[in-house]
């Protein structure tokens, strides 16, 4: 397996068969850092479709979290625009969802009530909001500690519970900030599958941030590398390696010459902004 860039060209959402969800038309964003003008975004186009996994790599300060916060509306981009459905996106609201690197959770709620909160915000009937908490307690597997406090659970159980909160709300895409990077090894690889599992049942849009390459092997149907000074996107290639995520265990694909060969190009590309 040869790996040449322009072998690795993303498929378009129609010949992929998905429909844009989150579309980024020439986004860039400047701010003022103390006196220095910092573009941290230029020029990004970008089209998210429905059922999409994508991953985000790139050396520290090339702009991924401030990627991911226009697109969430936390951030009004310099120029250039960012539509979900078509409609423009200019602040945060519930077509997307965010989990962040800590589970940010109400520390005075036990879980089924944290997952319910933003239900209730939404001012969404009671029975209902108890349907959908049980179902999404259920599919991350915390079935037993819904009436226990944050405090009383592991660190990979608080962070399944934000999923399960920003999953409740029914966002047309989820934002994945490093939600693993503070988890331990073993935690973490429970946490992958835990959320590739998740996607494969509800088809969400998951915009996922990581530094580790590994990571965006495992978990991605596509993968976008971005370099900095300004942050821009430099590949965006769909992942040779999805028909054996659906089939093999972690440990089977890491073994495989096509994950090290994989593995070694994307880290040559992250490299290569140096």
Not at 36 to 47: F, G, H, K, T, Y
Not at 170 to 190: G, K, M, N, W, Y
Not at 231 to 244: A, E, F, Q, W
């Amino acid at each position: 397996m040869t790996l040449q860039h322009q072998a690795y060209q993303p498929p378009s959402p129609d010949s992929a068969g998905k429909a844009s969800t989150i579309t980024l038309t020439n986004v860039s964003l400047s701010y003022l850092q103390d006196t220095c003008q910092v573009e941290a975004l230029r020029n990004i186009s970008l089209d998210l479709g429905d059922k999409d996994f994508v991953c985000v790599l790139g050396p520290s300060g090339c702009g991924k979290s401030s990627l991911l916060n226009v697109i969430a509306g936390y951030r009004a981009p310099t120029a250039g625009s960012i539509q979900v459905d078509g409609k423009e996106h200019v602040q945060p609201d519930s077509q997307v969802g965010v989990v962040f690197q800590q589970p940010n959770l109400l520390p005075w709620l036990n879980i089924e009530k944290n997952i319910e909160f933003g239900l209730k915000m939404q001012q969404i009937p009671k029975e209902e909001r108890k349907r959908i908490v049980a179902k999404y307690i259920k599919m991350v597997g915390l079935e037993q500690f819904a009436a226990l406090l944050p405090y009383q659970l592991s660190g990979g159980m608080k962070q399944r519970a934000a999923i399960a909160r920003t999953l409740a709300t029914d966002p047309r895409v989820i934002l994945l900030d490093e939600p693993f990077s503070a988890l331990d090894a073993l935690t973490r690889e429970s946490m992958q599958k835990h959320l590739r599992a998740i996607w494969e049942e509800t088809g969400k849009c998951l915009f996922f941030i990581t530094h580790d390459v590994d990571e965006a092997l495992l978990l991605a149907e596509r993968i976008l590398i971005m370099h900095p000074n300004p942050g821009r996107i430099v590949c965006d290639i769909p992942n040779p390696l999805v028909l054996r995520l659906r089939n093999q265990s972690f440990s089977a694909l890491r073994s495989s010459k096509e994950f090290v060969q994989m593995r070694e190009y994307l880290i040559g590309q992250i490299q290569a902004a140096n």
